[in-house]
């Protein structure tokens, strides 16, 4: 399975790098240092690790027939961990940043640019996914009627988000969010939008706690401001007892949806949905 750029997205352009490019781009949520800050840790974090095993897992058992599009990709840390399972997929992001290092990871092909920019011709794409991106979009049933509108009929969306309201935090001011979902907001968007979901969990059960704690009381209580709320390579790379209970923990998690399973709480929700 291979992507087929002259056929989908026609009016893009290979310019540096290796990298296609459409002729315009708009304005994005998402901090222009986000790409680069993710890139230090994203190797050596157990977040985006158990993450992407989650996200490959599913990808897998509902065998899209089509390459993936990796919507707001970012450093192509998902799209590498998709080609590594044997899973074909393409990358489409709209920083500089994040395309130029998704092309140093060996993902191919990548573009940067905005979905809406791109010009992809409608039923064009059989696959599509959003990981960590819907959050980011302050309009999200345009974003995912568009997504299915490039869809064909019984394509696939596999979407990730940041997950109950309640941990809003100065973190998610940071990163851009507007908003964090529960899997029934999340079921409510993409019906809602004309998809119909086949599978949704939460992942990430051992988290809320130290989310709570951490980032979102002492934001509430005025002692967690926007700019304390860097990504921090310490919160991503740990060491210790506590790492490895969380460790073990989120490997049962993993091994439980890898085998169709769900969990029924979490800091992150995982949906796969069709366009019928």
Request: aromatic fraction near 8%; glycine fraction near 10%; proline fraction near 5%.
């Amino acid at each position: 399975m291979t992507f087929d750029l002259a056929k989908v997205a026609p009016g893009l352009e290979l310019r540096v790098d290796g990298i296609w490019f459409a002729r315009q781009h708009a304005s994005v949520s998402y901090p222009e240092h986000g790409n680069a800050a993710c890139l230090e840790v994203e190797d050596r974090s157990f977040w985006f690790r158990h993450r992407n095993r989650c996200i490959a897992s599913v990808v897998r058992r509902f065998a899209p027939q089509d390459a993936l599009l990796d919507i707001g990709g970012g450093n192509g840390y998902v799209a590498k961990g998709l080609l590594a399972a044997g899973l074909a997929c393409a990358l489409l992001e709209p920083g500089i940043d994040g395309a130029l290092a998704a092309r140093a990871r060996g993902v191919d092909p990548v573009i940067c640019a905005r979905l809406e920019d791109v010009g992809m011709a409608p039923g064009s794409v059989g696959a599509a996914g959003m990981f960590d991106v819907l959050e980011h979009i302050e309009d999200e049933a345009g974003a995912l009627r568009q997504v299915r509108s490039l869809l064909r009929p019984g394509g696939l969306l596999f979407l990730t988000v940041p997950a109950y309201t309640f941990l809003f935090s100065a973190d998610d001011v940071v990163a851009g969010h507007f908003r964090r979902y529960t899997l029934r907001s999340l079921r409510r968007a993409v019906i809602g939008s004309g998809f119909t979901q086949l599978y949704a969990t939460y992942i990430f059960a051992p988290l809320p706690p130290a989310v709570l704690l951490l980032r979102t009381l002492p934001t509430r209580v005025g002692l967690r401001q926007p700019a304390d709320a860097e990504l921090q390579t310490s919160e991503h790379v740990r060491e210790g007892i506590s790492a490895r209970i969380i460790d073990r923990l989120l490997d049962k998690e993993a091994q439980r949806i890898e085998a169709g399973g769900t969990i029924p709480f979490g800091t992150s929700c995982l949906a796969v949905c069709s366009k019928d």
